[in-house]
């Protein structure tokens, strides 16, 4: 059995761009995989550890669009 990474809000700033990487649904919503400003993301999807930082990136920076379903 393999052993789960999960990853709290904590280790997060809430301007930080991270990866969502399985669906997640809230009573209010259905977030979709992608990117996303962690602070716009609920706790239970940092509790669930669906959340991933994104590795640095080289040269220019990528353009993040709205989240989907926005």
């Keep these: 059995m393999g052993l789960e990474r999960r990853l ?3 280790m997060f700033l809430n301007t930080e761009i ?3 990487r399985q669906m ?3 009573p209010g919503r259905m977030f979709e995989p992608g990117k996303y400003i962690a602070g716009d993301l609920p706790d ?3 509790e669930m ?3 991933e930082k ?4 080289r040269g ?3 353009e993040i ?3 989907p379903g926005e």
Excluded: I
Aim: proline content about 12%; glycine content about 8%.
């Design 8 to 10: 709290s809000r904590d």
């Design 18 to 20: 991270v990866e969502l």
């Design 24 to 26: 997640c649904f809230t």
């Design 44 to 46: 239970t999807a940092f």
């Design 49 to 51: 550890g669906l959340v």
């Design 54 to 57: 994104l590795p640095p990136v």
């Design 60 to 62: 220019k920076s990528e």
């Design 65 to 67: 669009g709205d989240p």
